[in-house]
């Protein structure tokens, strides 16, 4: 992709292979130890960008003169606000080809689901009041569920949803046509699917520099923390919030901040 590869990257892939060796050596594949690896010498990385707005991150693109990757960037670090959201609902409520891509996409926008999330989503998770969000990430080797109380408008598109729905476990199913006669079962979404779809149905809309399903995952907890929200609630609703991404999104809090200042200096 033309880039540098990140000292994060070079991190994981060394983890990798400790790991593979370790597996190696225990099953007798490999006679030697693994070569000290510890003091790689690393480049440093850059801190990321904070969470931003359409307008913020529009302005440095006119003013910046900026390449197609630096630009890129900076709309990965986008977060839509909840005028903006409901704008982006709107859109997809009037242009969805695919009948779950609404209550997808309200789903990632008002709990913060990740795609995964969406993807692994059953019918049963959804009870009255709560959505149950499936989750592989928070704790290792082990499978673990939140709880994130609905919106009424989540309520409501998926109870909408749910006299369209093709059948099977899964909430956001999809049915293989074959010719005009001939269909399979319901079924899962795969990660292509999803991905596709979130780019087609936003590509003539000035939606399109949203990256993928992240940016609602972004904007979610931007917005809660906008409203300055407890922070217990928001990593509860999120499942999953490291102090890097708390540092992303805290300047958000410019009232807080002002107000912590005063509160010494006047």
Request: hydrophobic share 35%.
């Amino acid at each position: 992709r033309n880039q540098k590869v990140s000292a994060g990257t070079i991190k994981k892939e060394l983890v990798t292979l400790r790991r593979v060796w370790r597996w190696g050596r225990k099953r007798g594949k490999l006679s030697s130890e693994l070569p000290e690896i510890r003091d790689v010498q690393l480049p440093k990385s850059e801190e990321r960008p904070p969470f931003q707005t359409y307008d913020e991150i529009a302005e440095q693109i006119e003013q910046g003169n900026l390449k197609k990757d630096e630009q890129r960037e900076l709309w990965d670090c986008l977060y839509l606000k909840t005028t903006e959201i409901e704008d982006l609902l709107q859109h997809v409520r009037e242009r969805a080809r695919h009948t779950y891509l609404y209550p997808m996409f309200v789903a990632a926008a008002h709990t913060g689901a990740r795609r995964s999330e969406l993807m692994r989503s059953q019918l049963a998770d959804v009870r009255d009041d709560m959505l149950i969000i499936r989750e592989k990430k928070r704790r290792r080797g082990q499978v673990s569920t939140r709880r994130v109380p609905m919106s009424r408008l989540l309520k409501d598109s998926l109870h909408d949803w749910r006299s369209e729905h093709p059948g099977g476990p899964h909430t956001f199913a999809i049915v293989d046509s074959f010719g005009a006669r001939r269909q399979t079962a319901a079924r899962s979404l795969t990660r292509n699917e999803a991905h596709n779809h979130f780019q087609q149905i936003l590509v003539d809309s000035r939606w399109k520099v949203l990256s993928g399903w992240h940016c609602l995952r972004h904007s979610f907890l931007s917005n809660l923390a906008s409203h300055a929200v407890d922070q217990r609630l928001i990593d509860e609703f999120v499942g999953h919030t490291t102090e890097d991404m708390r540092r992303r999104y805290r300047h958000l809090f410019p009232d807080v901040k002002q107000a912590a200042i005063s509160s010494v200096f006047g």
